[in-house]
C-alpha cells in the first residue's frame, strides 16, 4: 500500500514563505503524476501543482509565479515551495500520486496564513 505523508504546515504570515513535504513509501518515478492540492471546507479539492514522470510541471493560476514544486528521487520526496502567501492560501493541502486508474493521497498538513 502506498503511503505520503506531508509535513511543513503550520502557521505563517502573509507575504511569507512555505515549504510542504511529501515523503513517498516507494519510488516516486513509479507514478506518473505527483502533485499538490487543496481543499477548504465546503469546497471541491483543487490542483495547486503538479510534476510529471518527465518532469514536466503545472500551477494553478492562483499559484504561478510564487510557486514551485520539485522532487527528489533518492529522497522519494516531492516539496511544494510557496512564497508570498496570502490568506486565501489557508486550508488543507494533501500530496496526491497518480498510477493509471488510481490516485493515492496524504492525509493532509493544514496551513493557516496569519499575522
Known amino acids: 500500500q502506498v503511503q505520503l505523508v506531508e509535513s511543513g504546515g503550520g502557521l505563517v504570515q502573509p507575504g511569507g514563505s512555505l515549504r510542504l513535504s511529501c515523503v513517498a513509501s516507494?519510488?516516486?518515478?513509479?507514478?506518473?503524476?505527483m502533485g499538490w492540492y487543496r481543499q477548504a471546507p465546503g469546497k471541491q479539492r483543487e490542483p495547486v501543482a503538479t510534476i510529471n514522470v518527465g518532469g514536466v510541471t503545472n500551477y494553478a493560476d492562483s499559484v504561478m509565479g510564487r510557486s514551485i514544486i520539485y522532487r527528489d528521487g533518492a529522497e522519494k520526496t516531492v516539496w511544494l515551495q510557496m512564497s508570498s502567501v496570502r490568506p486565501e492560501d489557508t486550508t488543507v493541502y494533501f500530496c496526491d500520486a497518480q498510477i493509471p486508474r488510481r490516485n493515492y493521497w496524504g492525509q493532509g498538513t493544514q496551513v493557516t496564513v496569519a499575522s
Open positions: 516507494e519510488n516516486i518515478f513509479n507514478f506518473n503524476v
